[in-house]
């Protein structure tokens, strides 16, 4: 019997007929269950406040959602591990913003308000440090 490759070359990781279908599909396996519950715990504590997916139902700001991920970004880099309101980390809360505005972009309620594009991207390469 000749081994079934993956369209790279690799072989399938086993012989079951839905693998060669299943391995084409985006892989959540890699992400770490521990992100996923404490983003659903934020998820739910913004379902209390604000209503079951309120971003599908509502036109949204990039903007409103980045800034509220900067803050709970900058307030966990200043050493404070937790959203004081919540309790809940301050990592977990900047997940539960770029979700939201990933998905109020993929279903076309993204009020994408961000400023022109800029040299951001360019620069990031230009000042890369070789090493």
């Not at 379902?47 to 800034?67: F, I, M, P, Q």
């Not at 990933?102 to 390469?125: F, H, S």
Request: glycine content about 8%; some cysteine.
């Amino acid at each position: 019997m000749t081994e079934a490759k993956t369209d790279q070359g690799k072989p399938y990781p086993d012989d079951n007929p839905k693998t060669q279908f299943g391995v084409k599909k985006p892989q959540l396996h890699a992400i770490p269950a521990s992100s996923l519950l404490l983003l659903g715990q934020v998820m739910q504590l913004g379902e209390a406040k604000y209503g079951l997916t309120n971003w599908r139902h509502k036109t949204v700001s990039s903007s409103v959602y980045y800034d509220a991920a900067m803050r709970h970004l900058l307030s966990w880099l200043d050493g404070e591990d937790a959203d004081p309101e919540s309790g809940v980390s301050h990592l977990a809360h900047v997940m539960a913003c770029c979700s939201i505005i990933l998905d109020a972009e993929a279903v076309g309620n993204l009020n994408d308000d961000r400023p022109a594009i800029g040299a951001a991207g360019r620069l990031i390469q230009q000042l890369q440090v070789e090493g």
